[in-house]
Nanobody, 128 residues
Framework: VQLVESGGELVQPGGSLRLSCVVS????????MGWFRQAPGKEREEFLC????????YCADAVKGRFTISRDNVKNTVYLQINGLSPDDTAVYYC??????????????????????RGQGTKVTVSS
């Protein structure tokens, strides 16, 4: 099983990025997927967005309106579109896969250890 994130880079404030998470070793359509991030020097892994096996989506209030999650089961890829980037968005972003998660289970989907697999992350730096 592999989850490989990409798309992170140095961007200026106000810019946009689309992060990708390509999965292998399992069928994406059988899994719910989440995006998290970890800011430099912080232990906490912040929940960002979730997409269920049925295509349902949910994003944390803190990023709602700026972050959008989507999935392409044919391409085995999950995306995270980020708009209006600010220095506070600087972090390592990673995706995670969970076989039994549902969008209605808010506490579970926002908890990293609820997921079965996770990637290594892609670094996003927002700076002028």
């Amino acid at each position: 099983v592999q989850l490989v994130e990409s798309g992170g880079e140095l961007v200026q404030p106000g810019g946009s990025l689309r992060l990708s998470c390509v999965v292998s070793g399992f069928t994406l359509g059988d899994y719910a997927m989440g995006w998290f991030r970890q800011a430099p020097g912080k232990e906490r892994e912040e929940f960002l967005c979730f997409t269920g096996r049925d295509g349902s989506t949910y994003c944390a209030d803190a990023v709602k309106g700026r972050f959008t999650i989507s999935r392409d089961n044919v391409k085995n890829t999950v995306y995270l579109q980020i708009n209006g980037l600010s220095p506070d968005d600087t972090a390592v972003y990673y995706c995670a896969a969970g076989s039994r998660l549902r969008v209605a289970w808010k506490v579970a989907i926002m908890t990293p250890r609820s997921y079965d697999y996770r990637g290594q992350g892609t670094k996003v730096t927002v700076s002028s």
